[in-house]
């Protein structure tokens, strides 16, 4: 793995080499990095369906209030302003849904266009001044761009490691050139499996191949090429930082400075504590807590272990028997810190709830007890059938994801993404309405997930044409994914969609609109209300609307064909010319290729312009194009 601009950073301050996060996930980490809490006091316990209480600190906050310029660059849809963390922040840049569709996963953007929209910004932010800048790349899909994916065959993680590890490098150079003198902290939310123990990701488990992870701080008076060995965490960051800067400290953290650290204090070795709720909230599976006490890891689980981190680092030898008492004192422990926590406590289940899990088999009808729930470490063996579905549905037959994800839900019925996967493949088959049915069933026993609310939307929309029910059905749906995820693009864009199937391009526009409103910077919802606007017969709004779309995204093809049509109605053949290219260059189709000849020959006389737009259309064109003959003759003659 090659990281070099992180290791000069590594040398030039102190590298941390027991460093823990909270959390597998990268909200609730990401929380605990800025308030200096765990998970159960901070209250964000998962990615989706939690949001950090307006009433908890944060550190930006009181970097702001003491005057510093604040600002925050984030690369995925999991850290948009709505998990609250905007808070305290000048300028909170989520636009992390930019570029083409397929290029990277449209919830995220890649490291280089991150780091490309900080430098664009560099420049304004004045001292004192607190800058985050959040990079997803190694993370599943590991997709390294060129020359990354050449250099790192077969290993796709170590290129997405290395492409970001260059994106650090750009921007701790423009820091440098502008000479201020700089703390730096690096850190990561968690670590990937990559196959350990049974899990390909995160999430799902508390070893440390998720839970150990980099921690380095540099700046004046700490001392270089420095280590810390003890156990330290990202709940000790905001801390750690507000102590450095001689700022009051956030009240009642979990953290502690590590200063004294930083200045060869004998190392302190206090408790840390972990989570995960995901395999509960997702996959219906007993949730996991741990506790690292010096030397010892303990995992409260159906099966509980216990680890030995300095010997056994791949956490392989559970000593949960052979050190029995050891192990009974961390639970204890453990037990007492998480006594009062509301989200560990099963019984606080509904009637109602209870009844609507048991209906999917999800529990027994007296209520999801510890012992009753499925240990991860069985549970993680069922996920394959969960792959190959998601695989059959995206990249195969669809018919071929029922058999798995079938087997996978007689299982293991409280599993939602299986269920949300099987939705897919019954949607993809036109079965809608059982695809509406599998939908339905997941909101009912997870009411707050928004993408359920999103895909049963969907559901509906297929049949909405011609029935008015279906059409009642889809549109309450998104509208209840928009009460819980106000910033989801997709899902304003196919409720639009929705509007425009009943031939009502008002409310499409208005839907589009309530986006913008709502802060959603998309170039495909800025390219729709260009086309809406195109067709209300208002030049200037659509024009307004597509060139937001390409501020968004320089290639969206649509987007500049429309302004090309705007140019060529307002009489500039020349611009028309100019956004057609460009156009045809986004996404190359005959007919752009044709329309651009045209401008060129017959608006613009531009004889070799045309010939070259035309010889370009019989390249792109199929066979059976009715236009073939045609063309090649205007090339023929266009070069005599």
Not at 64 to 88: E, H, I, N, P
Not at 196 to 225: C, K, N, R, S, W
Not at 514 to 527: M, Q
Request: net charge negative.
């Amino acid at each position: 793995m090659e990281t070099p601009r992180i290791d000069a950073l590594a040398k030039s301050g102190m590298l941390f080499t027991q460093a823990l996060s909270p959390a597998p996930l990268t909200l609730p980490a990401h929380v605990s990095l800025l308030t200096g809490l765990v998970p159960r006091h901070h209250g964000v316990r998962d990615n989706l369906g939690f949001k950090l209480d307006p009433k908890i600190p944060l550190l930006t906050e009181r970097l702001s209030a003491a005057g510093y310029a604040t600002a925050a660059f984030v690369s995925a849809a999991v850290l948009d302003r709505d998990g609250g963390l905007a808070r305290g922040f000048a300028s909170y840049d989520d636009l992390v849904r930019v570029g083409d569709r397929g290029a990277f996963d449209y919830q995220e953007r890649a490291a280089s266009q991150t780091a490309d929209a900080v430098l664009n910004q560099l420049n304004a932010l004045k001292p004192p001044f607190f800058l985050w800048v959040h990079f997803y790349d190694p993370h599943l899909p590991y997709v390294p761009p060129e020359p990354y994916a050449s250099r790192f065959p077969g290993r796709p993680y170590d290129g997405e490691v290395a492409f970001m590890d260059a994106q650090v490098g750009r921007i701790m150079d423009a820091l440098k050139r502008r000479g201020t003198t700089l703390y730096v902290a690096v850190a990561g939310d968690h670590g990937e499996s990559l196959g350990e123990h049974g899990e390909d990701g995160h999430g799902v488990f508390l070893y440390q191949a998720t839970q150990h992870v980099p921690l380095i701080m540099t700046g004046p008076g700490i001392p270089p090429g420095t280590t810390a060995g003890a156990n330290v965490g990202l709940i000790d960051v905001a801390p750690t930082l507000l102590d450095l800067l001689r700022l009051a400290p956030l009240p009642e953290t979990d953290g502690r400075s590590l200063v004294p650290l930083l200045h060869g204090a004998r190392p302190l070795s206090p408790d840390y504590e972990m989570e995960t709720f995901y395999p509960e909230f997702s996959y219906g599976w007993a949730p996991l807590r741990a506790l690292c006490s010096g030397p010892y890891k303990f995992v409260d689980a159906p099966r509980e272990e216990l680890y030995e981190l300095p010997t056994d680092p791949r956490e392989i030898r559970n000593l949960v028997k052979s050190k029995a008492k050891r192990a009974d004192e961390i639970a204890r422990v453990l037990a007492e810190l998480t006594r009062d926590d509301a989200a560990a406590a099963p019984d606080d289940v509904s009637a109602e709830r209870r009844a609507k899990l048991a209906a999917l088999g999800y529990v027994s009808q007296g209520g999801p007890g510890r012992s009753e729930a499925l240990d991860p470490k069985d549970g993680v063996k069922l996920l394959p059938d969960l792959d190959a579905g998601r695989r059959a549905v995206q990249l195969g037959d669809p018919r071929d994801a029922v058999a798995p994800l079938a087997r996978l839900l007689a299982a293991n019925p409280g599993n939602i993404p299986a269920r949300l996967a099987l939705g897919e493949a019954q949607l993809a088959l036109g079965r809608t309405d059982e695809a509406a049915a599998t939908y339905r069933a997941v909101t009912a026993v997870a009411p707050t997930y928004a993408l359920a609310w999103f895909d049963l939307g969907n559901a509906w929309a297929g049949k909405a044409v011609h029935d008015a029910a279906a059409f009642a059905e889809a549109k309450a749906a998104y509208e209840r994914a928009l009460a819980l995820a106000p910033r989801h693009a997709d899902t304003y864009l196919n409720l639009a969609a929705l509007y425009a199937t009943r031939r009502d391009p008002g409310a499409a526009r208005q839907t589009l609109l309530r986006a913008r409103a709502a802060s959603v910077s998309d170039p495909a919802i800025e390219t729709e209300l260009g086309l809406l606007d195109t067709a209300r017969k208002d030049p200037a709004g659509a024009r307004e609307a597509f060139t937001r779309a390409l501020a968004l995204n320089p290639r969206q093809p649509e987007a500049l064909l429309g302004l090309g049509q705007l140019a060529y109605d307002g009489g500039d053949f020349a611009a028309a010319a100019a956004y057609y290219d460009r156009a045809l260059q986004a996404k190359p189709t005959p007919s752009v290729a044709k329309t651009l000849g045209a401008i060129r020959l017959y608006q613009l006389n531009d004889r070799a312009g045309a010939r070259a737009a035309f010889t370009r259309a019989i390249a792109l064109a199929p066979p059976d194009d009715p236009d073939l003959a045609e063309l090649r003759t205007l090339v023929g003659e266009l070069q005599r």
